[in-house]
């Protein structure tokens, strides 16, 4: 089992179940986005910084994803905590 953070906002719709009310507190508590396809609906939302976007289409999804994952990189050779010690892995995805 796995157990994700449920958002803790009261400004939450009541209608949101519990895939999406994790997906929110994910969101709030980490830099993730998170993909989430309704079971009753098959509607896609995606959550990002603790607000959803709701009512996607493939085409939205993909300019979404995009724009999120084609920004600026941090370079392969650089950790969060600074430069990498050994040759270990450099240059190497």
């Known amino acids: 089992a796995c157990y994700l953070p449920l958002t803790r906002s009261a400004k939450v719709s009541r209608s949101y179940g519990t895939r999406h009310r994790a997906a929110l507190g994910l969101t709030e508590k980490t830099d993730a986005a998170v993909i989430v396809v309704s079971e ?3 509607r896609i939302s995606v959550a990002i910084n603790g607000r959803f976007t709701r009512g996607l289409d493939s085409t939205t999804l993909k300019r979404v994803l995009q724009t999120l ?4 990189k941090i370079p392969r050779t ?3 905590f600074g430069p990498r010690k050994s040759g270990r892995g450099q240059g190497k995805p």
């Not at 994952?69 to 600026?72: A, G, I, L, P, S």
């Open 40 to 42: 009753e609906t098959g």
């Open 78 to 80: 650089y950790w969060l």
């Open 69 to 72: 994952f084609t920004q600026e």
